[in-house]
């Protein structure tokens, strides 16, 4: 059993953002709940939903950098789900493969937000300035559009997501504006327009949007003057001159399962780590198909800790994705067709999911990484050995050590050469 969760005083969205969202206020009279979901209950979410994040995984492009963030995209589709109803419903629970009742659900969901906010209580960013792992949701609806009571309690229970109207009908250009301003902000610039032209119309009735930005400091930084050239094996069996940054006395753990190499790395707190994947040449996509919850920890159990001299990479990765196609295929085209049914969101009839947008990246050099990811959902009328190195493709995966919560993953296919 994984360490119970015992913070649940912070919420997510109340403190995040500086600048509050666009549009007129709509507010339940409901206040976000704080009693924790049994550590039985997270685990099995945490479960499912990992399992999730990895079937979108590897229905994104092979063969490249990629960057996604899991929580994100299933904190939008979660936020979405306790709207639908009959067929649409049981769709949303087959594609996430959600196996707990979905007051249960939510609540675990709520439970790990909140444990995710008290991370790195007193640790540095990247940058210098204090750590940051924040989660903010929101909800934009149409002026004028009936939600119903019971889906705005829903949210704000049990996600802390505010609704904020636009007029969509009238502005929809403005509005796509604004909900990008909102989601730059809370990215602090990292994705500055999350929603390209055309993504909002005059026929949008709802926006479901996650945002989740990450900033935080290696326990053990690697020092600037000891970066330079390196070898990188890529995926065709050449070699590239890569930046690869070094470490003398680097605090990790690393094992190996099934030939599969882990490098734990964690960030100042000890609480979220970077976990590096390296499977045998040539093998990575052989990987990226056995990967889900279960065998992700089981690889990083398998590590242990130790001290040990490291290189790796320096890299980034961006992903601009359209799920539509990739959920399609995962079971939820129920969502996006004629046969939705979102009769527990709003009385308004017709609608259906008309875009599910990902963007996710991330930075890592010598002092940390930096992370962000956004998600919107719109719903609109039809029509360790003594030296360790890093040097050839990897699965990376940001995760939170204690729930197992898996923020950010992608892959490093190929890094940026020597004088490029």
Excluded at 30 to 56: L, S, W
Excluded at 86 to 94: I, M, P, R, S, V
Excluded at 167 to 175: H, R, T, V
Excluded at 339 to 359: C, K, P, Q
Aim: hydrophobic share 40%; proline share 6%.
């Amino acid at each position: 059993m994984r360490t119970p969760l015992l913070c649940l005083s912070a919420l997510l969205v109340s403190c995040a953002a500086e600048v509050p969202p666009p549009g007129d206020l709509l507010k339940s009279s409901k206040d976000r709940i704080t009693q924790a979901a049994p550590t039985a209950d997270v685990d099995q979410a945490i479960d499912d939903t990992t399992r999730f994040g990895f079937d979108v995984y590897r229905k994104l492009p092979a063969d490249e950098n990629l960057a996604f963030s899991p929580w994100s995209v299933v904190t939008a589709l979660s936020m979405t789900y306790p709207g639908a109803r009959g067929t649409t419903q049981a769709a949303f629970e087959q594609t996430l493969h959600l196996s707990l009742p979905a007051d249960r659900y939510h609540r675990a969901m709520n439970t790990v937000d909140a444990a995710l906010e008290s991370r790195g209580q007193g640790a540095a960013g990247r940058d210098g300035k204090p750590f940051r792992l924040r989660s903010n949701n929101q909800l934009f609806t149409q002026k004028g559009l009936p939600v119903l009571p019971g889906f705005l309690d829903v949210l704000a229970q049990e996600y802390g997501a505010g609704v904020r109207q636009l007029d969509f009908q009238a502005e929809p250009e403005p509005s796509r504006k604004k909900i990008n301003d909102w989601v730059s902000t809370n990215t602090e610039g990292l994705i500055p327009e999350l929603l390209a032209q055309g993504t909002i119309s005059s026929d949008t009735r709802l926006a479901l949007v996650n945002t989740l930005y990450f900033n935080a400091a290696w326990k053990n930084p690697f020092a600037k003057e000891k970066t330079g050239p390196g070898n990188f094996t890529l995926a065709d069996g050449s070699t590239a001159r890569v930046e690869m940054m070094a470490g003398e006395d680097v605090e990790l753990s690393y094992g190996t399962l099934d030939g599969v190499e882990v490098f734990d790395l964690p960030y100042q707190g000890d609480e979220v780590s970077m976990v590096l994947l390296v499977p045998p040449a040539g093998k990575l996509a052989e990987l990226e198909q056995q990967l889900d919850g279960v065998k992700l920890r089981a690889l990083v159990a398998a590590a242990t800790p130790r001290t040990a001299a490291l290189r790796m990479p320096k890299f980034e990765a961006r992903t601009q994705a359209q799920l539509d196609e990739i959920l399609k295929a995962l079971g939820l085209g129920v969502a996006f067709s004629g046969e939705a049914d979102f009769s527990g969101m709003t009385s308004e009839g017709g609608l259906a999911i008309t875009a599910v947008v990902h963007e996710a990246v991330v930075k890592t050099d010598e002092a940390g990484t930096e992370a962000a990811a956004a998600t919107a959902v719109i719903v609109g009328r039809v029509s360790l050995p003594e030296y360790l190195e890093v040097n050839r493709p990897f699965v990376f995966v940001i995760r939170d050590r204690a729930t197992g919560a898996v923020l950010f993953m992608g892959r490093l296919s190929r890094p940026a050469t020597l004088g490029n």
